[in-house]
T-cell receptor, first 116, second 112 residues
Framework: DAGVIQSPRHEVTEMGQEVTLRCKPI?????LFWYRQTMMRGLELLIY????????DSGMPEDRFSAKMPNASFSTLKIQPSEPRDSAVYFC??????????????FGPGTRLTVL | QQPVQSPQAVILREGEDAVINCSSS?????VHWYRQKHGEAPVFLMI?????EQMRHEKISASFNEKKQQSSLYLTASQLSYSGTYFC?????????????FGIGTKLQVIP
């Protein structure tokens, strides 16, 4: 398996522009997570999907952020309009349940976003 | 709440041992440990379950003290390849909802 695939790997944009990050989870995984990583706050969970349905979006910073999962093999995270404080590495991770109700998350390579 | 990791950073010489601690203010169902090398994605190391045994990944082992709501990661005879940032993630409550909250990380550097 190719693992979790994210695109683009790097994105540089200007303040006010729309940014769309893409993720393809591992085939067969039914949970998908979007994280944001910064030096100050570490890994923050933005949103969690289970079977394509958003379960917890309490981590989404504000209305400028939105995420969709139209099918089991694709998800997007959109920022509109983008701001310099959105600069971070955004990771997508997927998982499948193991016996006992816990699972391992497999992370994609991340998208490094820079908003000028 | 975000679990608290200590120390925040540590430098070791090859062959030395280290312990990284992770504590939570909430009752825990499981603790997850991940390692992230510079510029790469976090990679799963191990999960410790409530009532479970101590786990091991190569020469790295971990324990989970449910009563104290703490987990410790033990790196024995460290190798250069151990360098990276170690994150603990905690899953609270019944475990039915798969939300893991990660600590800020412990940066480990192993030098020759």
């Amino acid at each position: 398996d190719a693992g979790v695939i994210q695109s683009p790997r790097h994105e540089v944009t200007e303040m006010g522009q729309e940014v769309t990050l893409r993720c393809k989870p591992i085939s067969g995984h039914n949970s998908l997570f979007w994280y944001r990583q910064t030096m100050m706050r570490g890994l923050e969970l933005l949103i969690y999907f289970n079977n394509n349905v958003p379960i917890d979006d309490s981590g989404m910073p504000e209305d400028r952020f939105s995420a969709k999962m139209p099918n089991a093999s694709f998800s997007t995270l959109k920022i509109q309009p983008s701001e310099p404080r959105d600069s971070a590495v955004y990771f997508c991770a997927s998982s499948s349940p193991l016996a006992g109700g816990t699972d391992t998350q497999y992370f994609g390579p991340g998208t490094r976003l820079t908003v000028l | 709440q975000q679990p608290v990791q200590s120390p925040q950073a540590v430098i070791l010489r090859e062959g030395e041992d280290a312990v990284i601690n992770c504590s939570s203010s909430k009752a825990l169902y499981s603790v997850h440990w991940y390692r992230q090398k510079h510029g790469e994605a976090p990679v799963f190391l191990m999960i410790l379950l409530k009532g479970g045994e101590q786990m091991r990944h190569e020469k790295i082992s971990a324990s989970f003290n449910e009563k104290k709501q703490q987990s410790s990661l033990y790196l024995t005879a460290s190798q250069l390849s151990y360098s990276g940032t170690y994150f603990c993630g905690t899953l609270g409550g019944s475990g039915g909802y798969q939300k893991v909250t990660f600590g800020i990380g412990t940066k480990l550097q192993v030098i020759p």
